[in-house]
């Protein structure tokens, strides 16, 4: 990943993109998965240190957009509630509680 500061803060090869599937599909899906973590890590190669080819892929590669405008707090508040139903947080938050000057 380039101009991303979070490189910096983060440990070496430490998981800041994860994809996530069931088991059923990694197996059905085995070589698949297989060739796009070959292919992530062709790219990834390609990308370390190579500036100009950086720049290209940026100019091509379309950037989400970012709110200019208060955080849509009942937004934020459904996807919490999503997390904890699924388990991956241990207890419910309030979206309240977490975003600052709001």
Do not use: C
């Not at 996530?20 to 992530?40: C, G, H």
């Not at 062709?42 to 379309?62: I, Y």
């Amino acid at each position: 990943m380039f101009g991303d500061p979070a490189m910096e803060a983060f440990p070496r090869h430490a998981p800041i993109v994860t994809v996530v599937t069931s088991d059923a599909t990694a197996w059905k899906k085995r070589a698949a998965l297989e060739a796009f973590t070959a292919a992530t890590f062709r790219a990834a190669k390609a990308l370390n240190g190579n500036v100009p080819l950086q720049r290209e892929l940026a100019q091509k590669v379309p950037l989400p957009n970012f709110a200019t405008g208060p955080m849509n707090l009942e937004a934020l508040q459904g996807e919490l509630d999503l997390a904890h139903e699924y388990g991956y947080l241990a207890r419910p938050l309030k979206a309240t509680d977490m975003v600052v000057g709001k």
